[in-house]
């Protein structure tokens, strides 16, 4: 179905009735629950009522509670899941909005930033060096050079897709990365963002780095980071975050494609042979 | 432009508006009437960058255009920066994020069978990328930061 389709509502009312009574039902209980911050160790752990929010949808869907109980998959099918799809385009909006009045009286700190702000993007090249060799350790191959390349979100899915196909080994791995960041990005980046101020890291620095994924890693990363920092800090932590996501949209791309991309085949050329040797061993010991 | 999608939008965004309002009166206990007019200029911004959207040939998501628009009525130097900043500021920004996740919650709940199909090798180095990625570029804005003397 187009988006045009998905937003539909005649002879759809009572589809689109389900899916935003779910969701008013689990907006007032992740806000009843509210904000719990504990300390883990040296650090706090901030847990956001958006938080509870993602893991209460994901657990009524038919995947996961909806396949032991027939009440839910009554409420919520692959049609609620496709309307709630273009929900978080058009409930994102707003958010983007509070951004912009976040970013705008802060412009005389967020031009300061400037170059930290376009070159923080630079940072992506950390990914494969540290993630590639774990990748080729736990036994992955040319999958490792489609998983580790970035963060994997869109426009990487499209740089790889477009260079090796969807359905070759580094397609499948670009793919893993980038499913894995859609169902567990935002708890992830929460908890990054409520513990990363115990590595002595400035909280600028912290939240810039909060803008390299999607939008709601962004989110739920600088809203946990914005927590455990000294109150006159939040608004900008939260400015820098947005306007490090927004640069991303647009130099993440670039980067990709000429750097992140040809780093990682070269890194792989010179890392894969040890590994490969050991396969063939492996496979050696096998055939006697 | 289509006038029948953009109303459906402008539908659903109706209720994501009332869903931000219950859920800061939930959590905080804020008043809705009170911050009525900041959500429905919100609201106007974000149509307003649907409609950019559909309008300007760019491959220009209208997250980033509602964020665009926001940005620039609220630079100080505008006329428009302090009413805006004293409407909107009265919808919290955390109460704008419940709904969306929420909504996402729902929206992933058939890759979730998917997941499983991922090896969990895959699962791993997923969850190493984004955190190699994230101290990767906090690094790099920290060298940066202290370079430039802003920290």
């Not at chain 1, 038919?62 to 919520?76: E, F, Q, R, Y």
């Not at chain 1, 115990?198 to 914005?226: E, K, N, R």
């Not at chain 1, 455990?228 to 996501?245: G, R």
């Not at chain 2, 009332?18 to 959500?39: C, D, K, R, Y």
Request: glycine content about 10%; proline content about 5%; some cysteine.
């Amino acid at each position: 179905m187009t988006e045009k389709e998905i937003l539909t509502w005649s002879g759809r009312s009572s589809k689109f009735l389900k899916v935003l009574g779910v969701v008013l039902a689990i907006v007032v209980v992740s806000e009843l629950i509210g904000m719990v911050k504990f300390a883990v160790g040296p650090g706090t752990v901030v847990l956001l009522p958006m938080l509870y929010a993602v893991i209460i949808g994901m657990l009524i869907t038919p995947d996961v509670l909806g396949k032991k109980i027939s009440a839910l998959k009554k409420l919520i099918g692959n049609d609620e899941i496709e309307i709630a799809g273009v929900g978080v385009m058009i409930a994102l909006l707003p958010l983007g909005v509070r951004y912009g009045t976040l970013v705008g009286p802060n412009i005389v700190k967020v031009l300061e930033a400037g170059p930290a702000l376009i070159l923080q993007e630079l940072g992506n090249l950390f990914t494969p060096l540290l993630a590639l060799p774990i990748a080729l350790m736990l036994g992955l191959r040319r999958e490792a050079v489609g998983a580790t390349v970035s963060i994997c979100r869109e426009p990487t899915l499209g740089v790889i897709g477009e260079r090796y196909g969807m359905s070759s080994p580094e397609g499948n791995g670009v793919l893993g990365t980038y499913i894995v960041g859609t169902v567990f990005g935002t708890i992830f980046f929460g908890f990054l963002g409520s513990l990363a101020i115990l590595t002595g890291l400035h909280p600028y620095a912290l939240a810039m780095a909060c803008g390299v994924g999607s939008g709601s890693m962004m989110t739920a990363g600088a809203a946990a980071l914005a927590e455990t920092v000294p109150a006159a800090m939040k608004d900008t932590v939260l400015a820098y975050a947005a306007t490090s996501n927004m640069l991303t949209g647009i130099t993440g791309i670039y980067s990709v494609i000429f750097l992140a991309v040809p780093f990682t085949n070269w890194y792989y050329r010179r890392l894969a042979p040890r590994f490969e040797a050991k396969d063939l061993k492996i496979a050696e010991q096998e055939a006697e | 432009m289509d006038m029948t999608k953009f109303l459906d939008q402008f539908k659903l965004m109706l209720f994501v508006g009332m869903f931000t309002l219950i859920g800061q009166l939930v959590s905080s206990g804020a008043s809705p009437i009170e911050a009525l007019p900041g959500m429905l200029l919100i609201m106007l911004i974000a149509m307003a960058a649907l409609l950019l959207k559909t309008l300007v040939p760019l491959q220009f998501p209208a997250f980033a255009w509602a964020t665009l628009i926001a940005f620039i009525l609220t630079i100080p130097m505008m006329p428009t920066s302090t009413f805006l900043l004293e409407q909107i500021n009265k919808v919290g920004f955390l109460a704008t994020t419940t709904p969306i996740l929420a909504f996402a919650g729902i929206s992933v709940g058939n890759k979730i069978g998917i997941l499983k199909k991922i090896s969990w090798k895959l699962v791993i180095v997923s969850l190493i990328v984004f955190t190699s990625t994230f101290f990767g570029s906090a690094l790099v804005a920290q060298l940066l930061l202290t370079l430039q003397g802003t920290i």
